[in-house]
C-alpha cells in the first residue's frame, strides 16, 4: 500500500465514506454512529472539515479512510472529558472502508496522529469508543492507549506522546 495523508478539502468524502462504514455497522448490529445512517450529524462534519480537523487517507489516488484529529475539544469532548486547559489531541470519527479493514490501517491512522502530536508538542492523544464494543476496547488497549474512565456509556482512552531522543 502507498499511504498518504491529507486534510479534507471538501465534505463529499468523509461524509460518504463515514455513511458507508455507519450502515455497514447498522448491518452487523453494531449500535455505534445511528446518526451518521440519517444523516443527523452531516452539520458536525461540515464543520470539522471547515476547521481543518478532517483528514483522508488515500492508498494511491483511492480515499480509504478517514477520521478527524483536533486540539480544540468540542462539546462531545467537554461532556465526556470535562473542560480540559491542556494541550490533547482529540481523535473522532474513524471511518475505514470495509475492504480496508483488517490491514493495518487503523494502526497507521493511530501511528498518524501520534508522530503528528509528537512533532507539535502536543502531549496526549485523547480519544473515546462505547463501552459495549469490547472488540474496539480491546483494540485501543492492544495500541497502547490507557483507560482513563468510563462515562455515559463510552470509555474515555488516552495515550502519551512521546518525543523521539534519537
Not at 487503523?106 to 459495549?132: F, K, M, W
Not at 469490547?134 to 483507560?147: E, M, P
Request: aromatic fraction near 10%.
Amino acid at each position: 500500500m502507498n499511504l498518504t495523508f491529507t486534510k479534507a478539502l471538501s465534505t463529499k468524502e468523509p461524509m460518504a465514506m463515514i455513511q458507508t462504514v455507519s450502515i455497514w455497522l447498522n448491518q452487523k448490529n453494531i449500535n455505534q454512529w445511528q446518526n451518521f445512517v440519517n444523516g443527523e450529524a452531516d452539520e458536525v462534519i461540515k464543520q470539522a472539515v471547515e476547521r481543518g480537523e478532517t483528514w483522508l487517507v488515500f492508498d494511491g489516488v483511492e480515499p480509504i479512510a478517514t477520521f478527524n484529529m483536533a486540539t480544540r475539544q468540542n462539546n462531545w469532548d467537554v461532556n465526556l472529558w470535562g473542560d480540559k486547559n491542556d494541550r490533547a489531541y482529540y481523535l473522532h470519527r474513524v471511518a475505514i472502508k470495509p475492504a480496508y479493514m483488517k490491514t493495518g490501517i487503523g494502526e497507521h491512522i493511530l501511528s498518524y496522529v501520534e508522530q503528528t502530536a509528537t512533532s507539535e508538542n502536543i502531549p496526549a492523544v485523547r480519544l473515546d469508543c462505547v463501552q459495549s464494543s469490547q472488540k474496539l476496547n480491546d483494540y485501543y488497549q492492544s495500541n497502547g492507549y490507557n483507560v482513563v474512565s468510563i462515562k455515559d456509556g463510552f470509555t474515555l482512552y488516552e495515550k502519551h506522546a512521546v518525543k523521539d531522543h534519537t
